[in-house]
């Protein structure tokens, strides 16, 4: 076998047996790029509803009575485990699935739940690396297959089109876009 037709069956077969892996790790990291600038987390789907309690309230007055209104006029009581005071003007109600947050000077209360987004949360659990474990390896083996693949793809085409050619041209090109930017993040 050539040293040509060797390179051609690496870059194919690492390419079909690591397909999945480059799928996770594309749409999870697009979604945690994109959690940090846009506030959102690619895990959960969060849904706040403001209420407003019929009155206002002291921290004094809060008692079991008044949770339990509370959670009755937020339909949560089944929901309810427990509460607490951050401060003197803010009561916090967790809740199995989300929680409740009353300003009390006000009366104004905000129902936020939150449910784990189908598919996102799973991926970002991969690519986290929360498994642990064999996963570990796993990804160990991913990203030495991405180093051969990258190597491998530079010599798949001859001439023109190629290394020695315009492949070489977006090699580099790809090589300091990276180099570049982080010298602006890190040195600007």
């Known amino acids: 076998m050539s040293w040509r037709k060797l390179n051609r069956w690496i870059h194919r077969e690492l390419g079909f047996l690591f397909f999945g892996m480059t799928i996770i790790y594309g749409i ?3 979604a945690l790029n994109h959690s940090v600038a846009r506030h959102w987390n690619p895990g959960l789907i969060t849904k706040a509803t403001s209420i407003q309690y019929p009155g206002t309230l002291q921290k004094a007055d809060v008692d079991r009575a008044t949770i339990e209104k509370i959670l009755e006029l937020t339909g949560e009581k089944e929901n309810y485990k427990q509460y607490y005071f951050p401060n003197e003007d803010h009561l916090m109600i967790y809740l ?4 409740i947050t009353v300003d009390l000077p006000t009366g104004s209360m905000q129902l936020t739940k939150i449910r784990n987004r189908p598919v996102f949360q799973e991926l970002n659990y ?4 929360k498994p642990k474990k064999l996963w570990t390896w796993f990804s160990d083996l991913y990203a030495l297959g991405l180093v051969l693949i990258a190597i491998s793809g530079l010599f798949l085409i001859k001439g023109r089109k190629g290394i020695t050619g315009r492949g070489g041209i977006l090699t580099i090109i790809g090589i300091l876009i990276p180099l570049a930017l982080l010298i602006v993040y890190l040195w600007l």
């Open 28 to 30: 999870s990291g697009i």
């Open 96 to 99: 199995k699935g989300g929680h």
């Open 126 to 129: 991969l690519h986290y690396n």
